[in-house]
């Protein structure tokens, strides 16, 4: 197509905009931690189409907007986080940009926690630390989070928390335009696939997973963990498993109670990954204090809060289009 006029050339560029604003993956942001030379970030993917309905697995309905850490919490960012005060969470079996691993679930708490008060923000998790380990007690009704039902474990003016089961399985596997029909749904894997995902030992190609690899070789770095999921976060299927905030029995009353773990792992195979499995590694005696001999598969991610700027994307599609159509209405009253 030919474009004869730069007013119907920046038309035909505001729709192009629009068009892009409504696929699946979400806005990125990126959010800012430490300080000087252990400065470093976390990238988030907005979460929206809020209200969808749960799968048939009965996992993913959420009824607000949130953001999903785009990766897995690498190393590195645990190391700078501890030179920048952040104490007694110990991780360190793999290094650098590949996942922090051998860490409990109070630890990745922890590492939550100090996200927050090291921003001026209120802590999501009521640890304590005495005698070299960690506990958790429960927040009051009137301080607990209540978006999609009370939840004892999460403060509401938290910041920044660890996904519970709904928020991380609708991050992982939902699509408002399931299997590209226009119509929302869930896939059964978390890269935008209900095909069993390619296997790689590392890399970014769309419909990949890091697994079925031998334990020798390790978890891929966080930026290089397989393809995307529809909101485009990666390395929900394989590389590790990841805690998640929401007890294995779903109540979230008792802050000793085991944690569940979803996501599969380097090593493991490709059921795990699915919507289909979830675990808290009793079988193990994991428990969410003590990984005892398993901690080198398990890591983990953040979510946060949506930041008060991101619209939901048919809202960007509006506003794209509507300054599309004022900008051309312009150009034609100006025209001879």
Known sequence: MKITSRCTAAAVLFAGFALASTAEAGPVSVDTFGSGANTFTVDFVN??????????????????????????????????????????????????????????????????????????????????????????????????????????????????????????YKAAYYSPEHGGAGSPGFYLYPTASSMVPTIVASGTDAGTAVYSQSSEVGPAGVDLAGGLSPYGTMGQGGNLYEWLETAYDGDNSDGSESRTIRGGCFNHNDYVMSTLYRTNFASYGVTSSDMQGVGWLVGFRVASVPLLSIPEPSTYALLLLGAGAVYAWKCRRRSP
Not at 94 to 120: H, K, R
Not at 127 to 143: E, V, Y
Request: aromatic share 14%; net charge negative.
């Open 47 to 168: 979460i929206g189409d809020t209200g969808n309905a749960a799968d048939t697995t009965g996992y993913g309905d959420v009824a607000y907007q949130y953001r999903m850490g785009t990766y897995e919490i690498s190393q590195d960012v645990i190391d700078m986080a501890t030179a920048s005060g952040m104490a007694n969470v110990t991780a360190g079996v793999y290094t650098g940009n590949q996942p922090a691993a051998d860490i409990s679930w109070y630890e990745a708490a922890a590492f939550v926690n100090w996200l927050n008060t090291s921003t001026g923000k209120q802590q999501a998790y009521d640890l304590t630390f005495s005698n070299g380990s960690w506990s958790m007690s429960l927040w009051r009704s009137s301080q607990a989070w209540q978006l999609g039902g009370e939840n004892l474990y999460r403060n509401r003016d938290a910041h920044y928390f660890l996904p519970n089961e709904n928020e991380w």
